[in-house]
């Protein structure tokens, strides 16, 4: 089996702006996980 990774991967931009404004508002909760799939 070979496995083959993309050039370019990571979290999309709704994803890491999502983290961005849970960083900024550290006290905060959210009713479920903030990254799905």
Same mark, same amino acid.
Request: net charge negative; glycine share 8%; charged share 20%.
């Given at each position: 089996m070979?496995i083959?990774?993309?050039?370019? @991967?990571?979290?999309? @931009?709704?994803?890491k702006?999502? &983290?961005? &404004? ?8 959210? @009713?479920?996980?903030? &990254?799905?799939?």
């Open positions: 070979k083959e990774l993309a050039s370019s @991967y990571g979290f999309c @931009y709704g994803v702006r999502a &983290i961005e &404004i849970a960083e900024e508002h550290k006290n905060s909760f959210t @009713y479920g996980p903030l &990254i799905h799939n």
